[in-house]
DNA sequence: TCGATATTTCCAGAAATATCGAATAAATGA
DNA sequence: TCATTTATTCGATATTTCTGGAAATATCGA
């Protein structure tokens, strides 16, 4: 994975308003939104939703499709995906020193029986 | 976690001079490394490092220390585990959908014994 | 065809970021 | 004390990013 490609995605995610727009398009899942309903939602003028959209799009982040006049956006999951993948492989080297994001996944399948003691080992943190 | 401390700390990540900071401060461990040391390594001109190490400080992803005339900078994974953590549970909703990042932290020790079928029934990516 | 609706493009000013030489500060050791 | 080393701050400039009104484009239903 191209560093260059990590650092566009996160600098579209590096504003407000597009980590918002993107954490609204999440939840509508691959059924997605129309621009509309994000920028109503969000309370986000028209020209400045669609420039903040087309950063999105350009780092791959969200995907739009045409539907009839309305333009559908909706998450592009295997990107975050990569991203999180390309964070935790820069980020402790072969120690697991990942407590928060072990939680976190497990919040949302529990793939450990036992609160594993990596939790407990923590890394280096000061 | 409040988001404007996530936008922070994605903004200084979103740099191709500080994302390689912050890489060549990863392995290098609590031991960290001077100023000076990252400036070589990476040809950038002591006040741009300066400059960008400031930021990630801001940002709470680099600590420094003083150690006699050096300022030795540190990775402070814990931070970025936060942001990993952030984005998982804000990518897809309870789903399982992050094979790249499961593969990412099975590299790093193998908290699953058998393959996971999470990894075929992939996430809604299009 | 026409009017309404949805979205993007154009544009220009404002604001924020980045770069790096020169000057400055702080610690060290002779 | 003084020269040396290490790092930060200052300052001037260049570049990029953000914002939103006005205009343009595209699709639809009547």
Known sequence: MDASIIVTRLAALAH???LAIFRVLVPAGPQGLPAGAISERLGIPAPTLSFHLAQLTRAGLV?????????????HFAAIDELIAYLTENCCQGLACLPKTQT???????????PSRLKEEACNDH
């Open 104 to 114: 976190a996944m497990g919040k949302r399948r529990p793939i450990l029986e036992k």
């Open 16 to 18: 407000e308003t597009r």
């Open 63 to 75: 995907v739009a499709r045409q539907q009839g006049r309305y333009v559908i956006y909706t998450a």
